[in-house]
């Protein structure tokens, strides 16, 4: 990275500061992948330790998991662990990483508008083209994952 970021200086600028954000499409799509693999099976292993009672509920489980997972994952390291393999990191508009309260908020309209598929199209489309390669929930809150600095 050419510039190193403080707390004071806001989100890095994709024009000057574009190694914050090389790759970030991509990276996403991995580490959401890594997510979704580490949620469901911390999802089965609890349905099986409740000798399959939970599976009967397998959505609620899932989400439940899922909110908990990413928002302690979030709000430890401002990242989730498949963010941290990919080498990735959330911050707020300020340009710091993102508290707990900020952790629960992103998770939860992260899942919220992925019930969706319409919403959840438009948030892929806006990672792909946006300048800061921010999903829709990153646009509303005014967050970005960018390439954790060194």
Not at 53 to 67: A, D, E, M, Q, R
Not at 72 to 92: D, F, P, Q
Not at 99 to 123: D, F, N, R
């Amino acid at each position: 990275m050419t510039t190193a970021m403080t707390l004071n200086d806001g989100l890095p600028d994709p024009d000057y500061d574009h190694a914050f954000y090389d790759g970030v499409p991509a990276k996403r799509f991995f580490a959401w992948l890594v997510d979704v693999a580490v949620i469901a099976a911390i999802s089965l292993a609890l349905g099986l330790l409740t000798l399959t009672v939970l599976l009967w509920v397998w959505p609620i489980l899932y989400l439940t998991v899922s909110f908990i997972y990413r928002s302690a994952t979030i709000a430890s390291a401002s990242s989730t662990l498949g963010m941290r393999l990919m080498n990735l990191e959330l911050r707020n508009g300020l340009g710091r990483r993102l508290s707990g309260g900020e952790a629960m908020v992103h998770t939860g309209l992260y899942l919220l508008l992925s019930a969706s598929l319409i919403l959840q199209l438009v948030s892929i489309g806006l990672i792909a083209g946006s300048r800061r390669h921010q999903g829709l929930h990153d646009h509303i809150l005014g967050t970005a994952a960018i390439n954790r600095p060194r």
